[in-house]
């Protein structure tokens, strides 16, 4: 289980994590972010590449949201 800060506009714990495509169609490339569900405040998105597993997708959105600024 990966712990998640709280978000840092609303306090809010209630977090997703979401999965978009890139750009480069037809690679199986995607990116990872975590956003709020109260205020819809976004993460950074991080790249992910081809085949990589829903855990560490979820560690790298997740190190990217407790690590912002």
């Known amino acids: ?3 998640l800060k709280p978000c ?5 714990a209630i977090l997703k ?7 480069s169609r ?3 490339a995607h ?6 569900q109260k ?5 950074p998105k991080v790249a992910i590449g081809i085949g990589d597993d829903p855990e560490k997708e ?3 959105a997740a190190g990217a949201w407790n690590n912002r600024i």
Do not use: W
């Open 1 to 3: 289980m990966i712990d």
């Open 8 to 12: 840092p506009f609303c306090g809010s």
């Open 17 to 23: 994590m979401y999965k978009t495509r890139t750009a």
């Open 26 to 28: 037809g690679t199986g």
């Open 31 to 36: 990116s990872v972010y975590i956003k709020c």
């Open 39 to 43: 205020c819809h405040a976004r993460g």
């Open 58 to 60: 979820l560690t790298a």
